[in-house]
């Protein structure tokens, strides 16, 4: 089992920049694949960022790419979500999940993570 514990989030104007944490339980998370995921309200669940287990390959959401980097760092059992120059329709609660599978690439389908942090706001305005 992992468990994932978020921290980071809050409120911040358009253009600034904010860092998500995910810190995880668990002996084997540093060689689980990670996914950040977002949901804003009335949406469905979307998918932002997946780093692979060792963080060497890392995929993006179009509306993301060239603004969040993803990152990891498995000797303190913990991934991260930078995002920069961000905008309005960014906000929305935060989510990292993990898979249950070893090694692998990335993902950015929700139903292939088994392992869901508690989810963290993040509200930009205009």
């Known amino acids: 089992q992992v468990q994932l514990v978020q921290s980071g989030g809050g409120l911040v104007q358009a253009g600034g920049s904010l860092r998500l944490s995910c810190a995880a339980s668990?002996?084997?998370?540093?060689?689980?694949?990670v996914g950040w995921f977002r949901q804003a309200p009335g949406k469905d669940r979307e998918f932002v960022a997946a780093?692979?287990?060792?963080?060497?390959?890392?995929t993006y959401a179009e509306s993301v790419k060239g603004r969040f980097t993803g990152s990891r760092d498995n000797a303190e059992n913990t991934v991260y979500l930078q995002m920069n120059s961000l905008k309005p329709e960014d906000t929305a609660v935060y989510y990292c999940?993990?898979?249950?599978?070893?090694?692998?690439?990335?993902?950015?389908?929700?139903?292939?993570?088994?392992?869901w942090g508690q989810g963290t706001q993040v509200t930009v305005s205009s």
């Open positions: 999940a993990a898979r249950a599978a070893m090694l692998g690439g990335t993902y950015n389908s929700a139903s292939q993570y088994s392992f």
């Open positions: 780093i692979n287990w060792d963080g060497l390959s890392t």
């Open positions: 668990g002996r084997t998370f540093g060689a689980r694949a």
